[in-house]
């Protein structure tokens, strides 16, 4: 069936009990896993009106995030090696995290995502936007939503 399960994570405790799901599920089908997680770009400026952000703040801010994004899917290679499970990881600075999710999947040959959802709705839903929903229209392999 599946050989090979993309795991994106944001470090939210859905998305780690997501992670220990999938990797179970990664165990008891004989599959690989890669974990993964997309890191927002900044808006570093504004057309020609100038910098917004200035760049060594971005460079610190670009530095800090990798180094908490290495550290959970450390944490996620360790769930899996305890569970027997060969794994991956990559992190990678995205335009928008669903684009990343997707590139991701393709670019390691992935046959399946497995992700958590949120689940928000109504308001929070419309401003926050949903990376799950947008991973399912847009991706052309199968998702797998842990909720």
């Known amino acids: 069936m599946f050989k090979h399960i993309l795991i994106p994570t944001d470090g939210s405790p859905i998305?780690?009990?997501?992670?220990?799901a999938g990797v179970r599920f990664a165990r008891e089908i004989g599959a690989k896993v890669t974990a993964y997680q997309a890191i927002g770009a900044?808006?570093?400026?504004i057309d020609d009106e100038g910098y917004v952000i200035d760049p060594k703040m971005?460079?610190?801010?670009?530095?800090?995030?990798r180094e908490v994004a290495q550290r959970r899917l450390d944490a996620i290679?360790?769930?899996a090696r305890a569970a027997g499970v060969?794994?991956?990881?990559a992190v990678t600075t995205?335009?928008?995290p669903y684009k990343g999710?997707?590139?991701m999947a393709t670019k390691r040959r992935c046959d399946v995502i497995f992700m958590a959802s949120h689940g928000r709705r109504g308001v929070s839903g419309l401003?926050?936007?949903?990376?799950?929903?947008?991973v399912l229209t847009h991706c052309k392999i199968p998702v797998l939503v842990y909720r």
């Not at 998305?15 to 220990?20: E, I, L, Q, S, Y």
């Not at 971005?58 to 995030?65: D, G």
């Open 127 to 134: 401003f926050m936007g949903s990376v799950t929903q947008k």
């Open 58 to 65: 971005q460079e610190e801010f670009e530095r800090s995030a």
């Open 101 to 103: 999710i997707i590139e």
């Open 42 to 45: 900044l808006l570093t400026h």
């Open 77 to 79: 290679g360790k769930v």
């Open 15 to 20: 998305a780690n009990k997501a992670v220990k």
């Open 86 to 89: 060969a794994c991956d990881s």
């Open 94 to 96: 995205v335009d928008t």
